[in-house]
């Protein structure tokens, strides 16, 4: 063992106050066996894990509780089926402390609820659920006549024949598949070896793209989906005029000047500078209306300043 703590809950370890002449370690102790699950052992019931055998409704709060949840149930005979014991399973539903109460049915293999809850039915078809139908006990009753066996064998050996050949089958691919240990190993690991390495250059991809997160490999439908959608072309277009507008508008906010009037503006406004711009280049320069009337007024100013001075 370990330790001392070990040894003593696995009920390995005996004090030195105990001889041989005391008997078990547990007779020595004054306890059972089973520690808690026997504490009401005096009154014929036991603490056992039971796991409910299909899904029933609870009759506390009307919830559903599902097949193999496990619960801390007291089990005790209640009574008997011939040789066979009766026996009884007392536990609380973990939604509401409700007290449900199920037994065994010897008679015909199941479980009954006694109380506190009620069964949920389920029904499906045969052929969907790919499962065998158990025969009624109208037809139990019938097998004891020979000729109703008689016709009901011979049924049941022709779908056999029918069936067969498929079982086959399935069960040459079934040993196919599941005989080589080795060569499913190898297929495995082979496989994980490559999804491993698929993700390790999605992550390198996506690190160089300064994304946190893994990129998908791209598919089909991504393509199609991407060939579909369609960007504006006039949107440089739309980018300068919008820009021209934002130039041309005043810094006054009480503006009269409408919006088309100063993109026509600014069109005008362009079309000068390149044209000042080519001529300058050719060598051909001529000065723009605007220039012209710019130099008179030039003029006049410097007339007017010295005619003040006389």
Known sequence: MSSLAAARADNFYYPPEWTPNQGSLNKFHGQHALRERARKLDQGILIIRFEMPFNIWCGGCNSMIAKGVRFNAE??????YYSTKIWSFTMKSPCCKHQIVIQTDPKNCEYVIISGAQRKTEEFDVEDAETLELPADEERGKLSDPFY??????????????????????????????????ALNKALR??????????????????????????????????????????????????????????????????????????????????????????????????????QSSVPSSRHKRSSVSARQF
Do not use: C
Request: net charge positive; charged share 35%; glycine share 4%.
């Open 149 to 182: 066996r008689l016709e009901h064998q011979e049924a049941d050996l022709q779908k056999k024949k029918e069936a067969e050949p498929r079982l086959v089958q399935i069960q040459r691919i079934s040993d196919g598949r599941f005989s080589d240990d080795y």
């Open 75 to 80: 089990k005790k005979q209640v009574g008997n």
């Open 190 to 291: 082979a496989k994980l070896r490559s999804q491993r390495k698929r993700v390790t250059e999605e992550e390198a991809a996506s690190r160089k793209l300064g994304l946190g997160l893994r990129l998908l490999p791209s598919t089909k439908e991504d393509a199609r989906a991407a060939a579909h959608v369609k960007f504006s072309s006039k949107f440089e277009k739309n980018r300068k005029d919008k820009r021209a507008l934002i130039n041309a508008a005043s810094i006054f906010s009480g503006s009269s000047i409408s919006s088309s009037k100063q993109l026509e503006l600014e069109a005008k406004r362009r079309k000068i500078n390149a044209g000042a711009a080519s001529n300058m280049l050719t060598g051909a320069f001529k000065p723009s209306s605007w220039s």
